[in-house]
């Protein structure tokens, strides 16, 4: 029986792991609900656990310099439309994607998988090229935040950091950024500081326009093993493929559930019902099939991007006892 560690997002689709409703073959789980930021700088910096969610651009970034201590799976943990992520300043002048040409946008990393997929929409859909955008970086609450990976900009790109002790979210208040592309709102915004906007100001329909027109979910997290442990026990990567979709299938179980609310939000039934026709029955998949487009782009952006050194197959990625699934 291997013990091994997990650490995770505090998700309804990995609480059946953690209670332990769901058991993995062969392992004895000590579960970690930890938040993205501090999970992410651990394993990226000390790989101090032994599977855990994972930045989907910082695996990317070590697989394409062939030194990446991890071996993924295709689960995906985390996904996230992120148009509604993009702010700007109210008073900047902007109005509309195009505007962001030549201004100053902060970023807490270059690297950040939303912020990767937030520049190829931008670039793909409204012509708007990194090089267009004087990138400042820094902390979105806490001043001096870095890179969790040591990474180069390459040509053409401008990143500056945000002067000593300052935030990002206070640059953009006091209108010293035009605005941020973050994955995690900012505390103003949430607390509804009239200074800080959305770029869209329907940001759920400019999401769905999207899906509808691309079928592309976006990725944000996959989960990774370590290398040592998956090559001692090649059968752990499919075991775990086998618990996260049994803890999945749960979650998504209760979500439809009109015996009782399973959780908080009156309508939520009605709106999982509106979502799961749009996504035709299956919200939230994974294996890399299904995924293949969507990680694929992903791919295309990273390249593009000069965060990948070379343009990683979607194959690369995963364990390859995990590339394909039985069938009955």
Same mark, same amino acid.
């Given at each position: 029986?291997?013990?091994?560690?997990?650490?995770?997002?505090?998700?309804?689709?990995?609480?059946?792991?953690?209670d332990?409703? *769901?058991?993995?073959?062969?392992?004895?789980?000590?579960?970690?609900?930890?938040?993205?930021?501090?999970?992410?700088?651990?394993?990226?910096?000390?790989?101090?656990?032994?599977?855990?969610?994972?930045?989907?651009?910082?695996? *990317?970034?070590?697989?394409?310099?062939?030194?990446?201590?991890?071996?993924?799976?295709?689960?995906?943990?985390?996904?996230?439309?992120?148009?509604?992520?993009?702010?700007?300043?109210?008073?900047?002048?902007?109005?509309?994607?195009?505007?962001?040409?030549?201004?100053?946008?902060?970023?807490? @990393?270059?690297?950040?998988t939303?912020? *990767?997929?937030?520049?190829?929409?931008?670039?793909?859909?409204?012509?708007?090229?990194?090089?267009?955008?004087?990138?400042?970086?820094g902390?979105?609450?806490?001043?001096?935040?870095?890179?969790?990976?040591?990474?180069?900009?390459?040509e053409?790109?401008?990143?500056?950091?945000?002067?000593?002790?300052?935030?990002?979210?206070?640059?953009?208040?006091?209108?010293?950024?035009?605005?941020?592309?973050?994955?995690?709102?900012?505390?103003?915004?949430?607390?509804?500081?009239?200074?800080?906007?959305?770029?869209?100001?329907?940001?759920?329909?400019?999401?769905?326009?999207?899906?509808?027109?691309?079928?592309i979910?976006?990725?944000?997290?996959?989960?990774?093993?370590?290398?040592?442990?998956?090559?001692?026990?090649?059968?752990?990567?499919?075991?775990? *493929?086998?618990?996260f979709?049994?803890?999945?299938?749960?979650?998504?179980?209760?979500?439809f559930?009109?015996?009782?609310?399973?959780?908080?939000?009156?309508?939520?039934?009605?709106?999982?019902?509106? @979502?799961?026709?749009?996504?035709?029955?299956?919200?939230?998949?994974?294996?890399?099939?299904?995924?293949?487009?969507?990680?694929?782009?992903?791919?295309?952006?990273?390249?593009?991007?000069?965060?990948?050194?070379?343009?990683?197959?979607?194959?690369e990625?995963?364990?390859?006892?995990?590339?394909?699934?039985?069938?009955?």
């Amino acid at each position: 029986m291997l013990r091994l560690s997990l650490g995770t997002g505090d998700y309804d689709r990995c609480m059946p792991i953690k209670d332990g409703r *769901v058991k993995v073959q062969g392992v004895e789980l000590n579960p970690l609900f930890l938040d993205a930021e501090e999970l992410f700088f651990r394993m990226a910096r000390y790989q101090d656990l032994d599977i855990a969610e994972f930045s989907l651009s910082s695996y *990317v970034l070590s697989v394409s310099r062939g030194n990446s201590p991890f071996i993924a799976i295709p689960v995906f943990l985390s996904r996230a439309f992120r148009h509604g992520n993009i702010l700007i300043n109210s008073h900047s002048g902007i109005t509309r994607p195009e505007n962001l040409k030549g201004k100053r946008i902060g970023i807490p @990393e270059y690297q950040m998988t939303a912020l *990767v997929w937030q520049r190829g929409i931008l670039k793909d859909e409204y012509g708007v090229d990194p090089s267009d955008i004087q990138w400042v970086a820094g902390g979105e609450e806490q001043p001096g935040r870095d890179e969790r990976i040591p990474w180069t900009p390459p040509e053409g790109i401008s990143i500056e950091q945000a002067p000593e002790g300052k935030t990002l979210t206070g640059m953009l208040l006091e209108g010293e950024i035009d605005g941020l592309l973050c994955a995690r709102l900012p505390s103003a915004f949430n607390n509804g500081d009239p200074r800080i906007k959305r770029l869209w100001e329907d940001s759920k329909a400019a999401e769905q326009d999207y899906f509808k027109r691309t079928g592309i979910f976006p990725i944000m997290h996959t989960v990774v093993i370590k290398r040592e442990i998956y090559e001692q026990n090649p059968w752990l990567a499919p075991e775990l *493929v086998k618990a996260f979709q049994e803890a999945k299938d749960i979650a998504e179980k209760n979500l439809f559930d009109l015996t009782a609310l399973k959780t908080m939000l009156p309508w939520g039934v009605f709106e999982a019902e509106e @979502e799961r026709k749009i996504f035709n029955g299956n919200i939230w998949p994974y294996g890399i099939e299904e995924n293949y487009h969507v990680l694929d782009t992903f791919l295309q952006y990273h390249f593009e991007q000069g965060l990948s050194e070379r343009r990683v197959r979607v194959e690369e990625l995963f364990a390859p006892n995990t590339v394909k699934q039985s069938a009955i």
